[in-house]
C-alpha cells in the first residue's frame, strides 16, 4: 500500500537518543523520542531517514509498532559503514535528524481477521517487528500469528529474550532455525525454507509478509505459492540504496519504480513481471 506523501515532512526534524541496547554483536536497538512530542505516525514497514550532525543520513525501518500519542520509536540497526558506526558511538542524550515516515507498508486492514504468515530472514525481522507488535497490540483483530525466522547463526540472533518470551504466548507460533548451530544450540537447523513443512494453514485465509535477504525471496515464494497462497496475498519488502527517500534522485529505482516511494513494501503480484526484482 503506498501513501501519498506529505511535502511538510521533508525538513529533518529534531529528535534524542534515550536508550540504547547491544542486540548482538553488531546490532544494536536505539529508542529515539522526536522533540516536538509528537507520535511519530509510521505505518508496519516504513521507514525514516536518520540523519547524524556533520557524518550523513541513511533509511531504517521503524522496528516499533506505532502508537498514538507517543513520541517514542525504535530502530534497530546492524553497523556496516559511516552512518551506521557513528550511530552506534552516539551517546543517550545526543540529538539527531530524522525525516519521514516515508515508504509503503504492510496492509494491517486487509490482513484483519485474516491469519498472517511472517517469513523473516536475518535483519529482516527488523520491519516485520513493527507488524508484528501492531498485531499482537490488536491481537482480537487477527487470526492466526505464525512466525517463521531464520538466522545466519545462533550468535547473530537478535531480540533474543524477547523471542524467549513471545514463544511462550499461546496466540501465536514461533518456528524457529539457524543455518549453522553452534555447541548451545536446541533448535532446527537448515535453512528457512526447512520450516515451511512445519506448518499447516489455511491458504486462502493467509497472509504473508516477508522481509530478508534478496536470495531469500527467490527460495521463499515458491512454497509460500506451493501452500496454495495466493501470490496476491505475499507482501515483500524490498530495500535498495536511498538517498532522497522521497523519489526524486532515482537512487532506489527498480526497472522504473522508486523503492522508496512505491516501496519498500511491494505486493508480490506488482513485481512479479520485474525479473530484476527479486
Ligand atoms: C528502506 C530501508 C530500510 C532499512 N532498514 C534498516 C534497518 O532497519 N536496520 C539496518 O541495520 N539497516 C537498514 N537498512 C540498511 C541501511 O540503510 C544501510 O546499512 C546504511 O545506509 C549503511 O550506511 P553507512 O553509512 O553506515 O554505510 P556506508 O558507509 O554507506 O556503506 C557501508 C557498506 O554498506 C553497504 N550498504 C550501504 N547502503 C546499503 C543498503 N541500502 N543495502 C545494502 N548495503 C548497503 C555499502 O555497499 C557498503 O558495503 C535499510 C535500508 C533501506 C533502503
Ligand atoms: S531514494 Fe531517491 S528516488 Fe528513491
Request: a positive charge.
Amino acid at each position: 500500500m503506498s501513501p501519498k506523501n506529505n511535502f511538510s515532512t521533508y525538513a529533518p526534524r529534531p529528535a534524542t537518543l534515550v536508550k540504547k541496547e547491544k542486540l548482538s554483536d553488531l546490532v544494536s536497538l536505539f529508542e529515539f523520542e522526536q522533540d516536538n512530542g509528537k507520535a511519530l505516525a509510521h505505518k508496519p514497514g516504513q521507514f525514516i531517514m536518520l540523519s547524524i550532525y556533520g557524518i550523513g543520513e541513511a533509511p531504517f525501518s521503524v522496528s516499533s509498532a506505532p502508537e498514538a500519542g507517543n513520541a517514542r520509536f525504535e530502530l534497530a540497526v546492524r553497523k556496516t559503514g559511516t552512518v551506521t558506526n557513528a550511530l552506534h558511538d552516539l551517546k543517550e542524550g545526543t540529538k539527531v535528524g530524522i525525516r519521514g515516515p516515508y515508504g509503503s507498508y504492510f496492509p494491517v486492514q486487509k490482513f484483519m481477521g485474516k491469519d498472517t504468515l511472517f517469513v523473516a530472514g536475518g535483519l529482516g525481522y527488523i520491519p516485520l517487528r513493527s507488524l508484528l507488535r501492531y498485531q499482537l497490540k490488536h491481537r482480537d483483530e487477527y487470526g492466526r500469528i505464525i512466525v517463521l525466522l531464520g538466522t545466519r547463526n545462533p550468535k547473530e540472533r537478535i531480540f533474543v529474550d524477547r523471542l524467549a518470551q513471545l514463544k511462550e504466548r499461546t496466540d501465536m507460533e514461533i518456528h524457529e532455525t539457524v543455518d549453522v548451530p553452534d555447541k548451545n544450540w536446541k533448535g532446527n537447523v537448515g535453512v528457512i525454507t526447512t520450516l515451511f513443512p512445519k506448518v499447516e494453514i489455511n491458504p486462502q485465509n493467509t497472509f504473508v509478509a516477508m522481509v530478508g535477504p534478496p536470495i531469500m525471496y527467490r527460495f521463499c515464494i515458491g512454497p509460500c505459492m506451493d501452500k496454495g497462497i495466493p501470490s496476491k496475498h505475499i507482501y515483500v519488502s524490498l530495500e535498495r540504496r536511498m538517498k532522497c527517500g522521497l523519489g526524486k534522485c532515482g537512487h532506489c529505482q527498480i526497472n522504473g519504480l522508486s523503492a522508496c516511494v512505491e516501496g519498500p513494501v511491494f505486493k508480490y503480484d506488482d513485481i512479479a513481471p520485474l525479473s530484476e526484482a527479486i
